[in-house]
């Protein structure tokens, strides 16, 4: 198999491919945040009931990540991604006939372990097909996938919910990952490590760079993802805004995560990714800060400001992560480094900004989220690697 040698043609086609995957992958995460209003009136739980859908989808995440790290490279980065979309397929199927609010939390933990195998496959998929020096572009111009599902899934969602009930948005998805899972097994050919070194486990849980890695993308994602599972919640539970109003509040305020996303690629490949990723993550902490603190009326402006920056350290952190771990390490680097942050951060730090909810209020949770994320950034100056 060859590399491309650029980003045109036929390279530009199987990346945009990859895009729509990384798209509906994280779409199906994230749907149940602006719809979690309607499920909590329906089978009348506590915020903190609600949130803990996303412990058990972060948690199945992060086992489907781990495994995928371990076992993706000799099974084939192409055949793990097919029985993702087929499993997403399955229990997107099956969720309509829930009635048990209990059962939700399994189907959650289903949905976590099909979407979990994703990245860490797709990952080495890119460095495999792409020079090099194409990396931070292709992988920036990929991750848009998920900025542009945070932007448009709260407008999918009011659009769908005008159509069709809660239940009938999972039916649509079962179709679309059938129809992908399909398209994908002509799309390229297959990608495996064969040999992976028997030692390799221990020597990457021995490197300081995998933990800094793993702390920085667990409040990264709490400050996008944890922030948005539960500000549909904090807009109409706490601030008695219509659900409407909150998920348009909510679509719009991520409007300029896209442009920051596709500029990404381009600093990448011409300034330090250190001098990119740290003033990406202090602002995005103190902005989340700000998040707590402001009244209803500027709450747009902030949630606008706190999604641009903190959308920007997600394709700069998977290039360093790229750049850390050799080919034989990165697959299961990344995964490991996914699956706990995914768990602390679109799963307990969801679950605790509800708990804070029930307890006392969403903003005070916020607040402190927002101090330990400013706190965090200061790692990535420890990372030698980049240097």
Not at 148 to 164: H, K, M, N, T, Y
Not at 166 to 189: M, P, Q
Request: net charge positive.
């Amino acid at each position: 198999m060859g590399r491309y040698s650029n980003l045109r043609g036929r390279a530009l086609l199987f990346l945009l491919f990859l895009w729509l995957l990384w798209f509906l992958n994280f779409s199906v995460r994230i749907i149940l945040s602006p719809i979690l209003p309607v499920i909590e009136d329906e089978f009348v739980v506590t915020h903190a009931q609600a949130s803990g859908i996303f412990i058990f989808l972060s948690v199945g995440y992060g086992v489907s990540v781990i495994l995928s790290g371990f076992f993706s490279g000799r099974f084939g980065y192409k055949k793990s991604i097919i029985f993702s979309l087929l499993l997403l397929s399955l229990a997107t199927f099956l969720i309509p006939f829930v009635h048990s609010f209990v059962l939700l939390y399994l189907f959650a933990f289903v949905l976590g372990l099909a979407v979990g195998t994703y990245i860490p496959s797709v990952i080495p998929l890119i460095t495999e097909y792409y020079s090099e020096k194409d990396w931070g572009k292709a992988i920036s111009i990929h991750d848009t996938g998920a900025s542009i599902s945070i932007l448009a899934i709260p407008f999918v969602a009011i659009a769908l919910l005008g159509l069709l009930p809660w239940r009938g948005i999972f039916v649509v998805f079962a179709c679309i990952f059938l129809a992908c899972a399909i398209v994908l097994c002509f799309a390229c050919s297959e990608v495996k490590i064969v040999n992976l070194p028997r030692a390799m486990f221990r020597d990457i849980v021995k490197m300081r760079s995998l933990w800094i890695m793993t702390v920085l993308f667990a409040f990264g994602v709490g400050a996008n993802l944890g922030i948005y599972s539960i500000i549909p919640l904090y807009l109409t539970k706490e601030l008695h805004l219509n659900i409407g109003y909150a998920n348009s509040v909510l679509g719009v305020s991520r409007l300029g995560s896209v442009g920051v996303a596709i500029s990404c690629g381009f600093l990448i490949d011409r300034f330090n990714l250190k001098r990119i990723m740290f003033p990406m993550m202090a602002v995005a902490g103190v902005f989340t800060v700000f998040m707590g603190l402001v009244s209803v009326r500027h709450m747009g402006i902030v949630l606008f400001l706190q999604a641009v920056f903190i959308t920007g350290f997600f394709p700069v952190g998977l290039v360093a992560i790229a750049k850390i771990f050799n080919r034989e390490m990165r697959g299961l680097a990344t995964g490991m480094i996914l699956a706990a942050s995914m768990v602390v951060g679109s799963g307990i730090v969801p679950w605790l900004l509800g708990v804070s909810g029930d307890l006392y209020s969403f903003r005070l949770g916020i607040i402190i989220l927002g101090l330990l994320t400013t706190a965090a950034s200061t790692l990535i100056l420890r990372l030698k690697e980049l240097d």
